[in-house]
């Protein structure tokens, strides 16, 4: 079992959500999408993703 089970990398979560990998990154590093830094990357989860999406409907 992979340490990364269960985590979207951004380019992931970018196809997951429908948009461009560098939109995810920054709202990654905005606060904006839900992530913790795994060394140098970032790393999300559906969940938080889906969160993200229902944040952006409800605006």
Request: proline share 2%; charged share 30%.
């Amino acid at each position: 079992m992979s340490d990364f089970d269960g985590w979207l990398t951004s380019d992931q979560a970018a196809r997951y959500i429908g948009c461009h990998p560098e939109t995810v990154r920054k709202r990654m590093r905005a606060g904006d999408l839900r992530a913790v830094k795994f060394g140098q990357t970032y790393r999300t989860t559906a969940r938080w993703c889906d969160e993200y999406m229902m944040g952006m409907e409800a605006a």
